[in-house]
Structure formats: C-alpha cells, structure tokens
C-alpha cells in the first residue's frame, strides 16, 4: 500500500507541475530570493563573529602585553541565576612601566619593549620655519621599530632628541631624507628635526604612516612618563609561542594592574592592541544586526508561507475534484507535498548560490580598516546550505497545511467543494491568534512608551513585528475593512470596469488580503527602518542647532590644539566667551527588567567657566557653573529619571579608559538627544583620553561677524595647523550626523531586504493574476470587453496598492509613535521625499505583479 500511495502521489505530484508552471514560477522566485537573502545574512553574521582587527603594527612581535579593555558587569536577574555582561573601553587603558621589567625579565623573552605612541603631524619644513604638505602619522620610539618590523633602508637610528627616522611613505610625502629637515607638530607645537634615517617596513600591512624619536624623547612628549601603552615582546630564538605565554603568565602571576588585569596577546590576538576600540564595535554591531537577521528570517518565512498556502488554496477546486473521484487524503498530501518540495528544492539550490554574491556584498559595506570581514573557503558554502536546508525542511509541512481544509473532506463533500466558491473566511485558529498578536504588539508600543532607551527601542521592534505577523494572518477581516473604505471610490469612479472590480473584490476577501500582505510587510517595514533613524537625527540636530551659541569654532590638526590657545581665544579682541569641548566616552552599569547591562556612551567634557555664552543644554535643575573639578556630573533628564537620581545624588560610572568614579550630580538638562547623556568637566576627562584630538574651542564674538572672527584668527597666527569657522550644530552634537556604519545598515535593511519585500510583491500578485485566467475568460465570453477587463485590473491594483500602502503606514505608525514620544518626547519623522519613493515603488511592483499577467488573461 505505501508503495502504491507513493506512485500515485509522485504521478498526481509530475502532471501538477506541468500544468500549474505559472504559479510554481512564482514561488519559485519569492523562495530562491528568500533563501538568497536568509544565506547572505548567515555569511555577513558568521564574518563578523570570525572577525578581529588585523596585525599590523606588531607584526614582528611574538606577544604583546597589555592592559585588559573589557570591563564585566554581574547582576542576578529576577528568578534566575547571576549573569555576566561584559563591553570593552572606548580609550586606551595603560600599563604601569614596571611591567616592562617584570617582562623583560622573564624565561624566554630576547627583547621587551615599551611601547608608546602619539598622533603628529610631519609636514617639510619651509624657509620662515613652518611645516608645508602635513601628513598625519603615528610618533613611535625607535627601539619599538622591531616590533612592526621596521629596518633602515638609509642614513641611522637617531640618537639626539632633534633627530627622527620616518617611514618611506613619509619621506616621499614630505620629500626628505636623510640629512633633511621636516616640521613635526606634536600636540599642536611644531618643532624642526633632522631625518637622520629613511625605514622601510617587511610587513605588508596598511598602518599609518610613521615617525620614530629617540625612546626619552618619545616618553617625555607621550606625557605619561610612569605608565606605558603597551609591551611588546620579542621571543629568544626556538621558543615557541606557547611556551612564551606561559612565561609571561608566570611573570605576570598577579597580572592586575589597578584595578584592570593584565593580558598577553599572541597570534592573531595581537590586533587587539593595535585597534583599541575594534572589537567594541564590532560588539555594538552584532545586536543590530542579528536583530536585523531575524527580521529578516520571519519576513522571509512570512513570504514564502504566503506564496505556498496561495498557490494550494488556488487549486483547491482541484484538489477537492480528485477527492471527489477517489484520492485518499494521504495521497493528495503527498502529493502536495511533492510539488511543492522540488519547487523549494530547485530553488533553494539557486538562492544558496545567489547568497554568496550578495553575502560578499554585504560584507563589504560592513567591513573597516579596524575591523576586516573575513570569508573562510566553508563559511559561504556554510551560510548557503544552511539557508536552502531550512527553507526546503519548512516547505513541505507549509504546502500539507495549506491543503488540509480540502484533503480532509469526504468525497461526497469534495464534490460540493469541488464547484462552490472559495471560503473567504479564515479559520477561528488564525483568527484568534492574529487578533491575540494585534493586542499584544499595541501593548508593546504602550510599553514603550512609558520606557526610555534601548528597551523602550526593543518594546517598539516587538511591536512593529506583532503587528506585520497580525495583518498576514487577519488579511480577509482587514481586506473586507479596506474594501468597504475603498470599494465606493472604485464603484463610482470606475464605472462597468469599477463595478467589475469592487464585486470581485467583495467575493474573494481571502484572495485580497494575501496580495495586501505582502505591501503592508514592505511598507511597515521601511517605514521603522528609514523613520527611526529619521526621527533620533532630526531630534539631535534640532537639539544641538538650539543648544549652540557659539559663532566660530577652533580645531586643530591631528596632534590637537596647542596649549595657550584657548587663552589666546579669550584674550583676542570681541571674544565674550570661549569653552574647550572635549570627546570621549563612558561605561554605564545598569539593570533592564532585571538583566545587567552595560552601556557604551559618548559624552563631551567641558570647561563650565563662560560656558552659558557658548552653549545652553537648557537646565531643568541645579547649575552648569557647578561642573568644575573631578567629581561631578551634569545628566541629560529622561537618563537621570530612568536612574532615580537628581541634583546632589552621585552616579557611579566607568571613564573611557575604564577608571572608576562616583560622580555628584550637579545639573539635570533637557537636550540631552543632540547632546549625550551625560556632561562632564573637560579636567574630568583629560587624564582618561587617548589623545586630544577631539578638544575644540566654542567661541562666541560680541557681533558674530567677519571682524571678529579676523581678530581670533590673528591671535592663533602663531599657532600652525589651528583653523577658525563658523560653528555648526555638528560641532557639539554627540554623535555624528551620518556614519558609514549607519549608511551600511541603512543600504542593507532597506535596500536589500526592501528590495526582497518587493519582490515578494511582484511574484505574490503575479501568483493570485495567475490562477484567476479562468475568471477572465468568463468575463470576456459575458460580453466584457478587453479594455474594460484591463481597467478592471487597474483599478484593482489601485486598490490593493492604497490599502496596502494606508495599512503598512498605520502598523508602523503605531511603533514609531512610541518610540519617538520615548526617545525624542516628538512625532516620529520621515522625508516626503523618501515616502514617496516607497510609494512609487510599491505601485510599479504591484502593478508589475498584476498586469503583466493579467493582461494575457484577459484575451
């Protein structure tokens, strides 16, 4: 008997196919894209969890000892076990130079060396001493030349402190060699140096350019004579690396410096040291998008579950005929289930192959300097098989539910079914469950509401997805809604086609919400995509437009402004006020419906004295004039409300380079989207920075006009590199107006998975004109003319398009809502411009859809 089902199930499943190739194209298509696109996130998330910075600058190292960057939070969530979270620095955290002893002094090591670096500018130097042609570089002491390595390829090491060797990509730069002059700019002095030497680096990487000074001079301009950035380590001949660790574990038993333990780094590990901030990045990326990833996976699932369950419900008139004549459920099933597995076989086949394309593509929006994507030979084959296993496992199981309604009735009632029109009405399971989703995501965005922060965002998110997953499965009760808005407009602006339209509309209510479906899912989605970011962005300019008060700005080259600029500022003619505004970030510990979590937040320091002249926060509570010293804090409002402090509470956080403070609050402030969270004393944050690259001074002029900003410039003209401007709101905004992170996330979850989400659009249509050639060819033999049967289908595209458009924007307008009045205290926004594109983009999709076949259907 099985063998006989199995030859009956494979006959009824090959003459199937042949006869229903239209509409298995269309799956194919919306399943090859979604399998495509599941296989290319896998190939992106898989890099990224492979990925680490690259070994570059110690190369010629065979460890590296450093300072530990993570920093680990345990909290003991509600009703469970104590959890661990752990983020890394955003600044450089030191050693103390003892360990460079204690290294040396270990078995196994030939060579230890400290290693310490500052950002400069190397420039040829010009007959009234100033610099032409600036570079900016890296300042490394000669003795940690072996660690990349370098080697002199001409002239000798230096041996006076007015002596630098540069790196052949310097002296081409600068046009010298040895016995040359150049201008070095070190924290925006410059001063002359003889080359004494050209090197040349064996390692093919793409480091900056470099500058080498004697080791005293190098130590003296880092300014931390007692603590080191690194050790790099050199092993004697025949040690193995392994052996070394072990060695340097040994010597570094305690291996706690303060109170931040000590790590030695070897092999690929070594990029760590280089790349300071690398990995915290890429620990910030990943959320987003494994968040993307799983929007993704169910908007995929969503859409070749749609495009299965309408291909079988279309032919249910001939399934419920087969079982009329004798088939047995089984074999319908199996049959069913046969269609549709070589179906999502073939295509699963082409998307896995299509994945690594668009896989690499991907990757390489994503992919840094800092932080490059590697693709091992397995991962896209990996990724590609993954992506076609799981959409060829679901399929099956999809296709036999879909055909249950039909294969379960007995023959006698087949034969009923088999001439009765479709069932508009969908079951009381589905019912129930969209209506029990539709609830639960307006409760989440009620949630969020009354949330800040990242779970006010992860309450919005679940909203929005609640609601797409509610309208699949409540699309008749919403098509029938739509119709009846919409169903007039089309009767009386369309005449016979109109009438032809609405009435076929009002008869297959199952048929419309399955091509709504896909639009609203497009829609909805893009909509939170390009709208959250919109709405955060255009909150954070308008904030920062409104807090800045200054007139000009002053910046400096890449070694940072010179001291006794700021003093030159405020004593230059028409000068009211001038603050220095310095970047850094800190750590906030902190608990979210119970679990740790540890935030990575970019704050500004600044200096409180003439600070109301040049930039104005507007304090809801206690004084700026207050931010003075080491030991206080201003907190942006709604981040102070969530952590239940005010003025005169302290606030316990981790400084950049993960140094403790419990800091007095001393001004709570509204602006704090365009401005960060938290403001502290730039004196607070001085001693914790890398570098002062991101020191500026606001100025603000009694007439904010040319002469007064002539005047600053002439009393910074002793300064070389420093540059005067107008201020702009980017000058103190927190974070950047656009990224090339953020523009990469942007082009993947819009236009990539858009891209998608309109394709399910073409080919869900495309499969629904398909199946309706027989209603067609009743209609032009009733006496409907071509054209009226081709304005029929216009106007019925019109109206899926409108509804579908009207109904995405209402299931994304309820997130964005929430998390706009949460994070911005406004309505959320989105560009004309970009809204209409997505409309016209949905209009042409659908209309592709539609009349490409509905135009051969009606002849």
């Known amino acids: 008997m099985p063998s006989r089902v199995r030859r009956a199930s494979a006959f009824l499943a090959r003459r199937s196919l042949r006869a229903h190739r239209g509409a298995w194209a269309a799956v194919f298509a919306a399943t090859a894209a979604a399998v495509a696109l599941i296989g290319a996130f896998a190939l992106v998330l898989g890099s990224l969890l492979l990925a680490a910075p690259p070994v570059e600058r110690y190369a010629g190292a065979d460890a590296v000892v450093v300072a530990d960057q993570r920093v680990t939070y345990t909290a003991k969530p509600w009703g469970s076990e104590p959890r661990t979270v752990e983020t890394y620095l955003p600044e450089w955290v030191r050693l103390d130079r003892s360990v460079v002893a204690r290294v040396a002094n270990a078995e196994g090591v030939a060579k230890a060396v400290a290693d310490d670096s500052v950002p400069v500018a190397v420039g040829s130097r010009t007959g009234d001493g100033g610099a032409r042609n600036a570079v900016p570089a890296v300042g490394r002491s000669w003795v940690s030349a072996a660690l990349t390595p370098y080697r002199l390829s001409g002239g000798r090491a230096p041996g006076a402190p007015d002596e630098v060797v540069v790196d052949r990509a ?123 990833a799983a929007t993704v996976l169910m908007v995929a699932l969503l859409v070749i579950a749609t495009a299965i369950s309408q291909a079988v419900h279309q032919r249910s008139g001939e399934l419920a005929l087969l079982r009329a004549v004798g088939a047995t459920p089984r074999q319908l099933r199996s049959a069913v289930g046969r269609e549709v597995s070589r ?51 679901l399929a099956r199981p999809v296709s036999m539910l879909a055909a249950r309604s039909i294969t379960g009735l007995r023959p006698a009632a087949a034969l009923g079914a088999a001439g009765a029109p479709e069932s508009s009405e969908p079951g009381r399971v589905r019912t129930v469950a969209g209506a029990v989703l539709a609830v639960a995501g307006v409760g989440s965005a009620g949630a969020a509401t009354a949330q800040g922060g990242q779970a006010a965002a992860v309450a919005a998110s679940g909203a929005a997805t609640s609601l797409i997953i509610a309208v699949a499965l409540l699309g008749p009760w919403i098509a029938r809604v739509a119709l009846r808005v919409l169903g007039g407009p089309v009767r009386v602006l369309g005449g016979v086609s109109g009438f032809l ?66 003093r030159a500022v405020r004593e230059a003619p028409g000068v009211t006020a001038a603050t220095g505004v310095l970047r850094s970030g800190v750590v906030l510990a902190r608990r979210e419906l119970g679990d740790p979590v540890l935030e990575r937040l970019p704050v500004l320091g600044v200096t409180a004295s003439q600070l109301d002249g040049t930039l104005d926060p507007r304090v809801t509570s206690g004084d700026l004039a207050d931010l003075t010293g080491r030991d206080t804090v201003a907190v942006g409002r709604d981040r102070a409300a969530d952590l239940g402090v005010g003025t005169g509470d302290t606030v316990a956080l981790r400084l950049g380079d993960g140094t403790k403070a419990r800091l007095r609050v001393v001004a709570l402030y509204q602006r704090s989207v365009g401005l960060g969270e938290f403001m502290l004393p730039r004196e ?134 929430a998390f706009a009045v949460s994070m911005t205290g406004s309505l959320p926004y989105l560009s004309p411009q970009r809204y209409g594109a997505l409309a016209l983009a949905v209009v042409v999709a659908a209309g592709l859809g539609t009349m490409r076949r509905g135009s051969s259907g009606g002849r």
Do not use: K
């Open 170 to 292: 310097l002296a081409a730069a600068t046009g010298s060699g040895p016995g040359g002059r150049v201008t070095v700019n070190v924290d925006g002095t410059p001063r002359p140096y003889t080359v004494s030497g050209v090197a040349e680096s064996s390692h093919r990487g793409g480091g900056a350019p470099a500058v080498f000074f004697t080791e005293r001079r190098l130590t003296a301009l880092a300014g931390h004579p007692g603590t080191v950035d690194a050790v790099g380590v050199v092993a004697e001949r025949g040690v193995p690396v392994e052996a070394l660790s072990a060695s340097l574990d040994a010597a570094l038993a305690d291996r706690v410096h303060g109170d931040r333990a000590v790590r030695v780094l070897t092999g690929p590990e070594r990029g760590q040291a280089e790349y300071v901030d690398a990995l915290g990045a890429r620990g910030e990326l990943l959320p987003l998008l494994a968040s993307v």
């Open 343 to 393: 179906v999502a076989g073939a295509a699963s086949v082409l998307g896995g192959v299509g994945a690594v394309p668009l896989g690499l593509f991907m990757r390489s929006l994503l992919t840094t300097d800092a932080l490059p994507l590697p693709v091992p030979v397995w991962l896209p084959c990996a990724a590609g098989a993954a992506a076609a296993g799981l959409v060829t496992l």
């Open 501 to 566: 339209a609405a009435r076929s509309a009002c008869a297959h209510h199952r048929r419309l919400g399955a091509a709504i479906t896909p639009i609203v899912l497009v829609v909805a989605f893009v909509c939170v995509q390009l709208s959250a970011g919109s709405t955060l962005e255009r909150a954070a300019d308008r904030q920062a437009a409104a807090a800045l008060r200054a007139d000009l700005v002053v910046t400096g080259p890449a070694a940072g402004l010179p001291e006794g600029a700021a």
């Open 684 to 817: 607070a944050l001085t001693g914790h920075v890398g570098s002062p690259r991101g020191l500026r001074i606001l100025v603000r002029t009694a007439d904010g006009g040319a002469e007064s900003a002539a005047a600053v410039r002439r009393a910074l003209a002793p300064y070389a590199g420093v540059r005067v401007r107008a201020a702009t709101a980017d000058d103190v905004r927190i974070a950047p107006a656009s990224s090339d992170q953020g523009d990469a996330l942007i082009v993947i979850g819009v236009g990539v998975i858009g891209g998608f989400a309109l394709l399910a659009v073409i080919s869900t249509l495309s499969l629904i004109t398909v199946g309706r050639g027989p209603e067609f060819r009743l209609l032009r033999m009733v006496g409907a003319g071509r054209r009226q049967v081709r304005r029929m289908l216009v106007l019925e595209t019109g109206l899926v398009a409108v509804a579908g458009l009207a109904i995405g924007t209402l299931v994304a307008a309820v997130p964005l809502v």
